[in-house]
């Protein structure tokens, strides 16, 4: 259980960086959809913790009553 809460977490860490760099290379290229992908980080910065959140409960609720 251990492993899995560090992977979902190194995944979480690589996900949140990997959006926050192309909203920063796409606004400083002046990309057309730049403020889109500022919104989408912004809603990715909530959502992917809540999820792996969820994915690790689901998986310790899971293999706890086989």
């Known amino acids: 259980m251990k492993n899995l809460k560090r992977i979902s977490a190194l995944l979480g860490i690589i996900l949140l960086a990997g959006l926050y760099l192309t909203s ?33 409960a689901m998986y310790k609720y899971l293999t706890k009553h086989k």
């Open 24 to 56: 920063l290379v796409l606004a400083l290229t002046s990309n057309a959809h730049t403020f889109e992908f500022f919104v989408a980080s912004i809603a990715a910065t909530v959502i992917i913790p809540i999820l792996l959140w969820i994915y690790t």
